[in-house]
């Protein structure tokens, strides 16, 4: 005879564990890209897909502990996106991450502009967040940097721009430029910050090569 479980508690299935906790992940990249750290409450999580309120501790220990879960969920997601484009080797190194804008700004679209990037709305909460938060933010941010920095030495060989231009402080600089194009794309419901800074940002240093 199947073991009983208490009532209301999910089976111990080890796939529909893993399952469950997927989809509460999935869903908490979405609120909390939408809505940020303090608006979003575990009952809204649990709801959105289904899952019967009061067992969400048989899946996370704590709310940090899923929203850690949920950074590297995002992280993971976000460096495929930034892969698809910034590795394809079979377009100019500068329209790589033209095309990423392209794409992100789409997905911004997508959503009414309601949803931005979860790094950077977790940053803007980061006074009332674990300090553990932010070593995890900073590291997903310098492997963004990374992947960006990569395709500007691609460009450095094509010729796309100045042999001397310091390309991790230019990947630094676009880090920092995106996530405030991306938080005034969400206030102006319009993805005009977005190509405003992207141009911007190729058209300076695509004329640092002619200076």
Request: hydrophobic share 35%; proline share 4%.
């Amino acid at each position: 005879m199947p073991k009983k479980t208490g009532r209301g508690r999910p089976p111990k299935s080890p796939e529909h564990h893993q399952a469950v906790r997927s989809t509460l992940i999935r869903s908490g990249m979405e609120l909390l890209t939408e809505q940020g750290y303090s608006a979003t409450g575990i009952d809204a999580i649990l709801k959105s897909v289904g899952v019967p309120k009061g067992s969400f501790y048989y899946y996370f220990d704590s709310k940090d502990e899923f929203v850690r879960q949920v950074i590297d969920g995002y992280a993971d997601y976000f460096a495929k996106l930034l892969d698809k484009h910034l590795a394809d080797e079979t377009r100019p190194p500068l329209q790589r991450i033209l095309d990423f804008v392209a794409t992100a700004s789409d997905g911004m679209a997508r959503f009414d502009f309601r949803r931005g990037c979860l790094l950077g709305n977790l940053g803007q909460e980061m006074s009332n967040l674990p300090n553990q938060f932010r070593s995890q933010i900073e590291t997903v941010f310098t492997d963004w940097e990374k992947r960006v920095s990569n395709c500007l030495e691609a460009a450095k060989e094509r010729h796309e721009i100045s042999a001397s231009a310091d390309t991790k402080k230019l990947a630094y600089l676009f880090w920092i430029g995106w996530e405030g194009a991306v938080l005034r794309a969400k206030l102006e419901r319009s993805d005009r910050p977005l190509k405003i800074f992207a141009s911007e940002f190729i058209s300076t240093y695509q004329r640092s090569t002619q200076a």
